[in-house]
C-alpha cells in the first residue's frame, strides 16, 4: 500500500516519520513552520529502544559515528559521593549498546539528509488540518493546499492539531520544574562521559560528545515562567560548591548558549493517537517529562512502528488502529515512569526523604539498578520492508 503524506513538524519525531515513510514507498511533504531546520536544544541521549528505531530508519550508523559512548557514570550528591555507578559495558552487553549522547544539531541534520530537500517545505506553518472525506485530508499551510492520504500531526507538545481533534483534552501542564542548558564553547577534561548530580530539588547532569565538548542541564524546582537576567551568573551562584567538574562546566559556556526552558507534559494521557487520517506522533501524542531521557526515542519507535503499519496492513484504517494500539500503552507508561522517576530524584527537596532516598540507592546492587534502566531499552522494532 503506497500513499501520499503531509507530515506537520519537523522536529526529530516528524523527520523521522518522513524517513520511514519513504521507505516504504510513500510520497511525503515535512512541513515545518521555523525558517531553518535547525534544533538550537543542547544534547541529548540516545538509548538503545532509539538507537534501534534509527538502525530500521537506515541512520543508525551515522549516528552512532557522531555520538559518544555513555560508558562511564552515574548518580552523584553534591560533594562528589556516588548513588549509583552505571556501567556502560554491561547495558551494552545486554541491549548491545551503550547509551550514545549526540548534539541535537548534528542528529538534526543527519535525519534531514536521509530526506530529499524538495520533500521539506520550510517556513510554512500549517495553519488547519480537515479531513474533507473518509480518503482524504488537507493541510492548509498559507496560501498553499496539500490534500494527503493521512497526515502525521509531528507539531511537538504545543500541537495544534491535538487540540483541534481532541478539544475536550486539557493539553500541556507544567511538570514542576525549570531547566538551563548549554553546550560548552571550549573542550572539557571530564572524569565521566556522562553524570547527574542530585541536590534538594535540584539536579545538574552532563554529558561528552566525541569532540571533547559537552552538554550540561541544571533542572531546578521553581514556579513556571521564572526567568534569570544573568542565567550563567545565577547557576555560578547556586552551584559553585558542588563537586568538581560543575563549576569548571559552566566556565566553559558562553553566556549567551544558555537556553532555559520549563518542563511541561501532557499530564493527562490521549484516549488516541489517532483520528480520522491523522495520526499524533512524538511529543504531541506523548509529550513526557525528561527525567528518563525517553521522550525522542519514543518518537523514534513510533515513526518506525507507523511505517511498518502502514506496509503490512491491508489499509489506512487498519494500520492507524495498529499504531495507537502499540505505541499509546507503552508510551503512556513510560510517560508515567519518567514523571516518577522525576517526583523520586531531581524534584525530591525534603531533608528527611532525599537522606532516605540516598541511603536506598547506595544500597541498591549496580545489577538491579541497570536492570531498572533496561526495562525501557529492550523495545525490538518491528522490521520494514
Ligand atoms: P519537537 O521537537 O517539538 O518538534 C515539533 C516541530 O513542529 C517543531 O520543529 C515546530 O517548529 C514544528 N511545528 C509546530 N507547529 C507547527 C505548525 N503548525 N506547522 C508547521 N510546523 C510546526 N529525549 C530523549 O530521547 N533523550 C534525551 O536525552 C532527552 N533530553 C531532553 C532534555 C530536555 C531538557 C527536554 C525538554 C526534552 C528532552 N528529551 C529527550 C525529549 C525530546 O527532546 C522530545 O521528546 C523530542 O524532541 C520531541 O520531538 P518532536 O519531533 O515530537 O517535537
Known sequence: MGGTAVVVGGGIGGLAAAIGLRRIGWDVTVVERASTLEDAGAGISLAANGLRALDELGVGEAVRDASRGQY????RTPQGGWLARMDGAALEKAVGTPIMGIPRSTLHRLLRGSLPAESLLIGAEAA???QIDATTVRVGCGGTVLDADLVVAADGIGSKARSRLFPDHPGPVYGGSTVLRAITEKT????????????HGAEFGHIAFPDGRAEWHAVLNLP???RFTDPLAEL??????????????????????VLHH????????????TAGRTALLGDAAHAMTPHLGQGACQALEDAVTLASALATEPTVEAALTRYDAERRPRS????????????????????????????????TPSRAATHMI????????????
Open 236 to 257: 555560578r551562584r547556586r552551584f559553585h560548591t558542588w563537586h568538581s567538574p560543575i563549576p569548571d562546566l559552566l566556565d566553559a559556556t558562553r553566556p549567551a548558549a
Open 128 to 130: 488547519s488540518v480537515e
Open 262 to 273: 520549563d518542563i511541561n507534559e501532557l499530564r493527562t494521557p490521549l484516549p488516541s493517537y
Open 332 to 363: 503512556q507508561a513510560i510517560a508515567r515512569a519518567a514523571r516518577q522517576a522525576g517526583k523520586m530524584g531531581q524534584q525530591l527537596s525534603h531533608p528527611l526523604a532525599v537522606a532516605l532516598r540516598n541511603t536506598a540507592m547506595r544500597l
Open 188 to 199: 572539557i577534561d571530564l572524569p565521566t562521559d556522562f553524570a547527574l548530580t542530585w541536590g
Open 72 to 75: 562511564n557514570g552515574g548518580t
Open 374 to 385: 533496561l526495562r525501557h531499552h529492550t523495545w525490538l522494532p518491528p522490521q520494514l520492508p
Open 224 to 226: 513556571a515562567g521564572t
